[in-house]
């Protein structure tokens, strides 16, 4: 089976260049494990640390290391270290994660092939910059296209979101939603859609960040994509997911404006602020099952079983028990990770505007 990576830069699978720097780079074996040969000159230790687990790789002179780690099935982030400091390596993967460039393996899990490239036709990702009365600059933002895509027809959007200390390109390198959504749609599985994937970290001028993507999605980005592409401007024609600090956007976002989203999605997902001390006026709607029910067709909240927040999940979990709400509500093998979160968007598209 055809296996692409998908990479903030260009990036070729062989070994790097024996004549300029050494025969880098790493390989997947098939079982799981990756062989990694790496050269960091004058380092007496070489470590790959996915946060506080530590992957040492063996000297091999010539300030050359190797070895064989075995990180689990999966999108695996990292930080390269030597001797304690950070390295950003160009013969592995990169993308953007932790508010920083990182290197990351992409390694397959079995059984999970919903995002392979051959057999479909494929849509298009496109990069828009957009002016922000919010930011007082321009925003960017990507947009997935259907591989049908019609000018002349009008179609539903999703707006989707990313985590903290992430960007607008980490649902489509990271989550590979555009190759998931191709699949789908070849399947018959899933209504064509535009996706909207703007950045959730951007800061107002007046200083604002945790607030500032939804004034900026609400003033800025949706009249931008309503004014740029041929799209359906009617809240049973718009959706809004996210995850970590995009499924607390979203709920802050379809909560307060139920009038103008029916469909919402939160992902490693949080209804109410993990920070203290936030007013939280957008939970009256869960006060009124009745309204809440009328007002969203799919409501998700889905979360990984060894999330580090899953604590937050099932205090939301109680805070919701006995209202009358309609719900759905997944659990996924997994941690605060992309293999979840890719788990979570496969699982959720095909709810997307369908009737009934």
Not at 50 to 57: E, V, W, Y
Not at 111 to 123: F, I, K
Not at 181 to 197: F, K, N
Not at 263 to 289: I, K, M, N, T
Request: hydrophobic share 40%.
């Amino acid at each position: 089976m055809e296996r692409a990576i998908d990479t903030a830069v260009s990036y070729d699978l062989p070994f790097g260049e024996p004549s300029r720097d050494g025969d880098q780079g790493f390989e997947l074996l098939g079982d799981g494990k990756v062989r990694l040969r790496l050269k960091a000159p004058g380092a007496k230790e070489l470590v790959l640390d996915q946060f506080g687990k530590l992957f040492p790789l063996t000297p091999a002179g010539d300030g050359m290391f190797e070895g064989v780690v075995d990180m689990g099935p999966g999108f695996q982030y990292f930080f390269l270290k030597a001797d304690g400091s950070d390295l950003l390596s160009p013969y592995l993967p990169i993308g953007y994660g932790c508010c920083r460039p990182m290197n990351f393996l992409d390694i397959p899990v079995p059984g999970e092939d919903w995002d392979r490239l051959e057999g479909v036709p494929h849509g298009a990702v496109t990069r828009h910059y957009y002016p922000s009365s919010v930011t007082g600059a321009h925003e960017v933002c990507l947009v997935y296209t259907p591989p049908a895509y019609d000018p002349a027809r009008r179609y539903p959007v999703l707006y989707l979101q990313h985590g903290y200390g992430e960007n607008e390109t980490g649902w489509v390198y990271q989550g590979h939603v555009a190759r998931i959504a191709d699949r789908l749609m070849a399947e018959g599985r899933m209504a064509e859609m535009l996706i909207v994937m703007g950045n959730g970290m951007a800061k107002a001028a007046d200083g604002e960040l945790f607030g500032a993507f939804p004034r900026v999605l609400l003033t800025d980005l949706i009249p931008f994509i309503e004014g740029r592409y041929p799209v359906e401007t009617d809240k049973w024609h718009r959706a809004m997911a996210g995850l970590s600090m995009g499924s607390y956007q979203t709920s802050l976002v379809t909560l307060s404006h139920p009038e103008l989203f029916g469909w919402a999605g939160v992902f490693s997902g949080f209804l109410r602020s993990p920070r203290p001390g936030v007013r939280e006026d957008h939970l009256a709607l869960l006060e009124d099952a009745e309204r809440f029910n009328r007002s969203f067709r799919v409501f998700y909240r889905a979360m990984g079983t060894e999330d580090i927040y899953f604590e937050s999940f099932a205090r939301d979990d109680e805070m919701l028990e006995g209202r009358g709400l309609n719900m759905i509500r997944r659990i996924f093998p997994g941690g605060h990770d992309w293999g979840v979160w890719r788990r979570c968007i496969h699982d959720f598209l095909p709810l997307l505007f369908r009737e009934g």
